[in-house]
């Protein structure tokens, strides 16, 4: 089945009581039961409702993957996967990634006992240096947030697979529309449904995919007993924004690519970030491993100024000036300052996420008037 095909109707059947083609709301806390000793596959809420299994079967379909788990937020799901490990395990992950999983990992679980490490990942052999008898993880971000590095997937599975190590990767940038990481021998996928899988910035909501059926009852019972579930009505909102993920993402992706080569041949731009231009680094992999180079993309001024950069993102109309990503909606981003401002600024320097550093989530507005916005905001500074 076509990705499209997939989008629309996968997950999704006829409700057996009325045939409504919409999956109904489950909006219910427990479930009544026949006998102590007879349970009708439901039973309480936090465990499982109808409206969430449908759309954690939507989610796995998306991603190839036989196994979808939703979580309340993709912190969540990040959280249940940090949650496998033990005390003195370590993790390998890259020194450009999201601002919250770093937060997470260094100033939650490290004091657990676990290690993490923060490398350039865009080369396998930086990776290759700290891996030991104690890594048990490889968490992945590709591309990576706000940096737009490039990973090779395929390349650190099969690294992974000869140590007995889990990979892990957050593909909530590319979307299962671009990217499929569960086919180049990843673990576990996770996406941060916030952004354009519901894709409209209207649901706080995370998942995991995979397809090893040990590993996916470790999680579900970490998200059974940890309780960090999403609600019927969030779950029914994602399974409606899902059927138009292919046409957003097709529209993201044009619109992006059309921003990006704006920005370039701007003369007050000093550099762009974004995986679709040839001297991109590891351009040949995001090729390869992405069907398309996505809506999301970075720049700095020419002249390197924090006051130009201010005002220009003060400048914008029809961006708005807002974190997240992902949704219909143009938004631009300051990283420093809101969605990375938990890194330390020496290691936010170290991986070249300076304070200046803009970040765009290109909507699928025209982009005509997504350029005269930029246009009439550069003019200013």
Not at 6 to 32: F, L, N, R, W
Not at 108 to 135: Q, R
Not at 213 to 218: F, M
Request: with cysteine.
């Amino acid at each position: 089945m076509k990705f499209g095909t997939k989008a629309v109707h996968a997950g999704v059947e006829p409700d057996p009581s009325t045939g409504a083609i919409m999956t109904p709301i489950y909006q219910t806390s427990t479930y009544v039961q026949e006998s102590p000793s007879q349970h009708k596959g439901y039973a309480y809420a936090r465990g499982a409702n109808p409206t969430r299994n449908a759309l954690q079967k939507s989610i796995a379909s998306l991603e190839n993957g036989k196994f979808g788990i939703c979580f309340s937020s993709g912190m969540g799901a990040t959280d249940a996967v940090i949650k496998l490990l033990n005390p003195g395990d370590e993790v390998v992950t890259s020194n450009d990634l999201y601002g919250g999983s770093y937060r997470m990992f260094k100033r939650v679980f490290e004091k657990y006992g676990i290690k993490f490490h923060f490398a350039d990942l865009t080369k396998i052999s930086t990776a290759e240096k700290l891996i030991n008898s104690n890594t048990k993880l490889l968490w992945l971000e590709t591309p990576t947030n706000p940096l737009m590095n490039i990973v090779d997937i395929k390349a650190y599975a099969d690294l992974a697979k000869k140590k007995n190590i889990l990979v892990a990767v957050d593909n909530t940038f590319a979307s299962p529309f671009l990217q499929n990481p569960l086919d180049l021998g990843a673990d576990i996928v996770m996406h941060s449904v916030t952004k354009y899988l519901s894709g409209h910035s209207d649901v706080i909501m995370g998942a995991l995919v995979l397809n090893d059926e040990k590993l996916y009852q470790d999680l579900a019972f970490i998200m059974n007993s940890c309780g960090a579930v999403p609600g019927p009505q969030d779950s029914f909102l994602v399974l409606r924004g899902i059927k138009t993920l292919h046409l957003r993402m097709e529209r993201h992706c044009f619109n992006g690519r059309k921003i990006a080569e704006y920005l370039r041949s701007h003369p007050k731009i000093g550099k762009v970030y974004w995986p679709g231009f040839v001297d991109h680094p590891n351009h040949d992999i995001a090729k390869k491993q992405m069907k398309d180079f996505g809506g999301m993309l970075s720049f700095v001024l020419k002249d390197d100024s924090m006051a130009k950069a201010t005002t220009l993102m003060e400048s914008v109309n029809v961006f708005s000036l807002a974190e997240s990503l992902g949704g219909v909606e143009s938004l631009i981003n300051h990283p420093a300052s809101m969605t990375h401002g938990s890194i330390p600024k020496e290691e936010r320097l170290k991986s070249g996420l300076v304070d200046s550093l803009m970040r765009l989530s290109i909507g699928i507005e025209d982009v005509e008037d997504l350029i005269a916005d930029l246009d009439q905001a550069l003019a200013k500074v």
